[in-house]
């Protein structure tokens, strides 16, 4: 069965996905006769013209994303024979629990939110939770309706704080565009002899390491963490780590990287000490075949302070 590619457009009601899918679908470099499959999760008040696409094979369903199901979306796919997927999410539901219900064979191939400055961070101070689980995992962030003149820097701080690899995008009321060029400079020095990483640091040292391990590979760390023991790993390895919470109470996990120590097995679980490490980048159980940052501990110091918060945040 081949993989059919899901070009995915996300954002609250009203922020602007309908006109750009309109303008994308018009548009014969992208609609030159393909068989689109349009699902449309949520509806406002921009409406589709499908008597201007220059490609007349695009199939529009609107649909429930609350209760759609995996045989729904197949059975449409089937019908349709297509051979791609756009679809315009429902910004007050969950991405990641419509895409656990996708075929075996859909693939996103691209995810863009699209966001109204003049709302968003009332979204954000309101359901973070929402607003996060769209630009985690969104290739590019849109913040259209900007002002000419107006301060991107909040905005950048938003999108970056969920997403360091987030493309950013303004999109002025004077018809103009521009792409965020802010340079966001660690807060630890990575080419340091030793790379100290501060307890409020922590989240955006374990995220760094964890997307870009080979940039780590072969310097040494040093940070306060809490012990936890591994299952499979009990002899000579323990993953010293952080409870992290990325928006909401109810997303706090524990984010730990396996360690090498020969004396692991005299730590105690939850107890906080001091590792300092040296980074390989290299396969592991825990990175289910792929290659991510494994320690090697040179020295583990037991009785640290714990960390205030002891909940890091990004």
Request: aromatic share 10%; hydrophobic share 40%.
């Amino acid at each position: 069965m081949s993989e059919i590619p899901v070009y995915a457009f996300t954002g609250f009601l009203d922020a602007g996905k309908t006109k750009f899918i309109q303008e994308t679908l018009e548009d014969p470099r992208f609609n030159s006769g393909e068989k689109t499959l349009l699902l449309i999760f949520e509806e406002g008040e921009e409406e589709y013209d499908p008597s201007v696409y220059p490609g007349k094979n695009v199939y529009m369903e609107v649909l429930d994303q609350q209760t759609v199901t995996t045989k729904d979306l197949a059975a449409l796919a089937k019908k349709y024979r297509a051979e791609r997927v756009v679809a315009e999410l429902n910004g007050m539901q969950q991405v990641g629990d419509l895409y656990m219900r996708f075929p075996e064979n859909w693939v996103v191939a691209q995810e863009i939110l699209f966001a109204d400055s003049t709302t968003i961070m009332a979204y954000n101070a309101n359901m973070r939770n929402l607003v996060m689980d769209k630009l985690v995992g969104a290739q590019m962030v849109v913040f259209n309706r900007m002002k000419p003149g107006q301060d991107v820097m909040p905005f950048h701080k938003l999108a970056r704080a969920a997403n360091r690899r987030i493309d950013i995008l303004y999109d002025y009321t004077d018809g103009t565009t521009s792409p965020d060029t802010i340079e966001d400079p660690l807060p630890f020095d990575i080419n340091a002899p030793v790379i100290t990483v501060k307890d409020e640091d922590y989240a955006l040292w374990y995220r760094d390491v964890s997307e870009e391990p080979q940039k780590y590979d072969g310097k040494t760390v040093c940070f306060k963490a809490q012990v936890a023991m591994l299952r499979r790993d009990r002899n000579g390895m323990f993953a010293p780590g952080r409870f992290v919470m990325t928006c909401c109470v109810e997303d706090i996990q524990f984010c730990g990287i396996p360690c090498r120590y020969e004396k692991a097995s005299e730590l105690e679980s939850r107890s906080w000490v001091m590792v300092t490490a040296k980074i390989s980048c290299e396969k592991h159980k825990l990175y289910k075949g792929d290659e991510g940052p494994v320690l090697t501990a040179i020295e583990v110091t037991k009785g640290a302070v714990p960390a205030d918060p002891d909940v890091a945040t990004f």
